[in-house]
Nanobody, 118 residues
Framework: QVQLSESGGGLATAGGSLRLACAAS????????MAWFRQAPGKERELVAY???????GISDSVKGRFTISSDDAKNTVYLQMNSLKPEDTAVYYC????????????WGQGTQVTVSS
């Protein structure tokens, strides 16, 4: 199992930017797909972006053109660059990892709050 720890959340105004980081520790030598999810109050958890161990990325339509996912393998860290933030981006953001061949994201971080004011 890999342990995940998010950082970088906080308060931003609409139109502003934040960068989230997810640091992995433990068994980081596996082939993982890393992802960012978010959950707003009263709403279901939503997949925001993912990046595979081969570097393939995917972005939710709700944030396409505004958010970018990237990774620094040397630092075992995945980033979510969030630009042009909107109040509807307010949520707890979670980092998750899925080992290649597994169907579910088995490792999760504790989450980091992002609040965007209008």
């Amino acid at each position: 199992q890999v342990q995940l720890s998010e950082s970088g959340g906080g308060l931003a105004t609409a139109g502003g930017s934040l960068r989230l980081a997810c640091a992995a520790s433990g068994r980081t030598d596996g082939r993982y797909t890393m992802a960012w999810f978010r959950q707003a109050p009263g709403k279901e958890r939503e997949l925001v972006a993912y990046i595979t161990w081969t570097g393939i990325t995917g972005i939710s339509d709700s944030v396409k053109g505004r958010f970018t996912i990237s990774s620094d393998d040397a630092k075992n860290t995945v980033y979510l660059q969030m630009n042009s933030l909107k109040p509807e981006d307010t949520a707890v953001y979670y980092c998750a990892a899925r080992l290649s061949g597994e169907g579910l994201f088995g490792s999760w971080g504790q989450g980091t709050q992002v609040t965007v004011s209008s």
